[in-house]
């Protein structure tokens, strides 16, 4: 297996296919921002077996940011996609 790590980039759905930012997490609300800014995304991994292109029902996994918590060590469920 191999370990991926990145970023949610949203775009829009249409020909354009306009990026429209990185997903970001706002400390104070469920709901996440959307920024250009690499330094504040959401952070995620991923893990994908040697050699494939492509996958389904990926379990991504939010990597911890102390940015916006006192507890650094808070554990975050993975979530199926």
Do not use: H, K
Not at 28 to 42: G, H, I, K, R, V
């Amino acid at each position: 297996m191999v370990t991926y790590r990145g970023y949610i980039q949203v775009s829009t759905d249409d020909s354009a296919n306009t990026v429209l930012g990185l997903v970001t997490p706002d400390p104070n609300y469920w709901t996440p921002f959307l920024s250009n800014d690499e330094t504040a995304a959401l952070q995620i991994e991923f893990s994908m077996p040697v050699g494939a292109t492509s996958g389904t029902q990926l379990q991504l996994q939010q990597i911890v940011s102390c940015r916006f918590s006192t507890n650094c060590y808070e554990t975050f469920e993975p979530t199926l996609f």
